[in-house]
């Protein structure tokens, strides 16, 4: 099981900026837009140090 979860979660960062940023559209609130880049750097974040470790 921690295998399935750990396979997509990088995906899910990416998920949860999408929804971030439809409700920053919705809202016209520009803190939903600071959470959608922070959920988008760790996204990239996490897939570059799954990267890194693939490559050891």
Excluded at 13 to 21: H, K, P, Q, T
């Amino acid at each position: 099981m921690k295998n399935l979860f750990s396979k997509y979660d990088s995906l899910l960062y990416f998920v949860v900026a999408i929804l971030s940023l439809i409700a920053s559209w919705v809202r016209h609130s520009p803190i939903w837009l600071v959470l959608c880049f922070g959920w988008l750097s760790m996204g990239f974040y996490h897939m570059a140090i799954r990267k890194k470790n693939r490559r050891k």
